[in-house]
DNA sequence: TTCTGTTTGCAATCGGGTTGCATGTTCTTT
DNA sequence: AAAGAACATGCAACCCGATTGCAAACAGAA
């Protein structure tokens, strides 16, 4: 299937050694339409021990395959960066969170406007995320 | 004395009954010149239990009297709104958090750019913080 | 004062995240 | 192929910030 192949390289690149569980782990976040907390991951993949997964999005993190997003849900939610992706400031998106589906989405088209800081503060990444109504749940509530 | 008064306005602008913990925990947060996490709040309130001081702070959010922070260090942060603000879009100011110190501070002069959404999604609120290091810590580090 | 509702402290709980350790697997060397 | 080292995984326990149940303390109304 032309799909491993991807997976493979997509790990590849980032020198993550390949093991049948990190696969499963990168599919399904590949697969999602959204960001992930572990605890989506977690059910989704129940075969698998949260320790487990734990420690694979902390090394996909590590080599930075995957960005956390904190959407102040209380759970981070991690996708999967673009293959340009550092995770420095220029790679930083803007993110969506659902208050009524609990869906944190990223919106990799948008880029995270910046603003000038202040004497002697100096940036390293900038969160910023957006909360409301995504377009399925604005959708039912009329 | 007069801040006295100061506090008990603050309170009495935002229909809160004021109480001696009340007012305390109010002043420690007026006094700070940054966002306080609960738990700065019990190292600095050490007669208040920590379960009041989470209850003072959850009614203190839902009147609009401060503003909650996740500034993604894993514990919210916590300031005093301005004396105009209801917390919606156009109050919002950006944070900064720094990675060296972990305090956590309100740029309150500087509002957050806006982005255009894709269809369908609506903004309820924006949480925009900047990570990096602040004029103190950068500064010792030369 | 007495009654009622609110506020507070203490202890217990919850939940996401994290770690220790033993087992299982893969890789390397011979 | 066998032996040993290194890495990956599962299980259980733990950590810590946040949250809740409950009873005692307090404040305000009758």
Redesign the interface.
């Known amino acids: 299937m032309a799909n491993e192949e991807l997976y493979l390289k997509l790990l590849a690149q980032r020198d993550i050694k390949p093991t049948a569980i990190r696969l499963l782990v990168l599919k399904e976040l590949l697969r999602a339409d959204r960001a992930y907390s572990l605890l989506d991951l977690e059910n989704r993949l129940v075969t698998v021990d949260k320790s487990t997964i734990f420690r694979t999005i902390t090394l996909f993190l590590g080599h930075h395959l995957i960005h956390a997003i904190?959407d102040?849900s209380g759970s981070l939610k991690y996708a999967v960066c673009g293959s340009d992706c550092n995770c420095e400031v220029d790679d930083l998106h803007?993110h969506?969170y659902c208050?009524s589906c609990h869906r944190t989405f990223c919106?990799k088209q948008?880029h995270?406007?910046?603003?000038?800081?202040?004497?002697?503060?100096?940036?390293?990444?900038?969160?910023?995320?957006?909360?409301?109504?995504?377009?399925?749940c604005?959708?039912k509530k009329r």
Chains 1, 2 share one sequence.
């Not at 202040?118 to 995504?134: A, E, M, R, W």
């Open positions: 904190d102040g803007t969506f208050e919106f948008i995270i406007p910046s603003v000038s800081l202040p004497d002697g503060f100096s940036t390293h990444s900038i969160n910023y995320v957006i909360k409301g109504l995504c377009s399925d604005a959708g």
